[in-house]
C-alpha cells in the first residue's frame, strides 16, 4: 500500500531565515504544550497589510509537527518592537503594520532608536510629523542641548560680557526639563533629547 503524504507549504515572503530587525517569533501552541519548540519569525517590515503577518501565522500552523490538532499561535519573542507592542502575545496585526511602517521610514539606527523611544513615552505609535515636532536631535549631553538652544534664540551674545564657561549650563538643563523636556541614553553615545508638544 503506497501512503502519500501532503508537501510541505511554500513560506510566505515574510517568513525570516533569521533574526529580523523589526519582527515576531510566533508559536505553535499545540507543539508548545506537548513540549516542542515549533515556530518562525516573521520580518514585519516586509508586511505591507495585516494579512501578510496572518499568513505567516498560518505557515505557523500548517507546518506543526501536530498540524491535525493545532490551531492557536501566539507570540513568544520579538525584535525591535517598542515595549506597549512586544509586552503583548497577541497584539493587533493593525498595530503591528503600523509601527513596521512607521520605523521603516528611518535609515539610521540613532534615528530608529529615537523614534521607537517617542513612540514608547507616548505609548502609540505616531507619525512623523509628531516625531518630528518632539525630537530635538542627538546631543553630547543635556548641557550641550541648553547651549545651543541658547544660540538659537540668541540668549549668547556674539561678545559677552563674561566667559561663556562661567554659565552654568547644568543648571540651564535642569530649568528646561522642568519646561518638558528630557534626554534618554543614546546607544552609540551621547543622549537624545526630547520635547514635550
Known amino acids: 500500500m503506497t501512503t502519500t503524504t501532503k508537501p510541505t507549504p511554500t513560506a510566505p515572503d515574510c517568513i525570516a531565515l ?14 508548545y504544550n506537548d513540549g516542542i519548540l515549533h515556530g518562525f519569525w516573521i520580518d514585519l517590515e516586509r508586511c505591507k497589510e495585516p494579512e501578510d503577518i496572518q499568513a505567516g501565522m498560518d505557515h505557523v500552523i500548517q507546518t506543526s509537527p ?3 490538532s493545532a490551531e492557536e499561535w501566539a507570540i513568544h519573542d520579538s525584535a525591535g518592537l517598542p515595549i506597549y507592542l512586544s509586552r503583548a502575545e497577541w497584539p493587533a496585526l493593525a498595530d503591528l503594520i503600523a ?15 529615537a523614534y521607537r523611544l517617542a513612540c514608547e513615552d507616548q505609548g502609540e505609535t505616531i507619525e512623523d510629523e509628531a516625531f518630528r515636532e518632539t525630537y530635538c536631535g ?41 519646561d518638558g523636556y528630557r534626554e534618554e541614553d543614546c546607544a552609540s553615545g551621547g543622549v537624545h533629547i526630547f520635547r514635550s508638544c
Open 18 to 31: 533569521g533574526l529580523p530587525e523589526v519582527g515576531i517569533y510566533v508559536a505553535c501552541l499545540a507543539a
Open 66 to 68: 501536530l498540524r491535525f
Open 99 to 113: 509601527w513596521a511602517d512607521g520605523i521603516s521610514a528611518y535609515i539610521d539606527e540613532d534615528e530608529r532608536e
Open 138 to 178: 542627538q546631543y553630547s549631553s543635556g548641557q550641550d542641548y541648553a547651549y545651543e538652544l541658547a544660540e538659537e534664540l540668541d540668549a549668547v551674545p556674539s561678545q559677552p560680557a563674561w566667559p561663556l564657561t562661567c554659565i552654568d549650563w547644568e543648571s540651564a538643563w535642569r530649568d528646561l526639563t522642568h
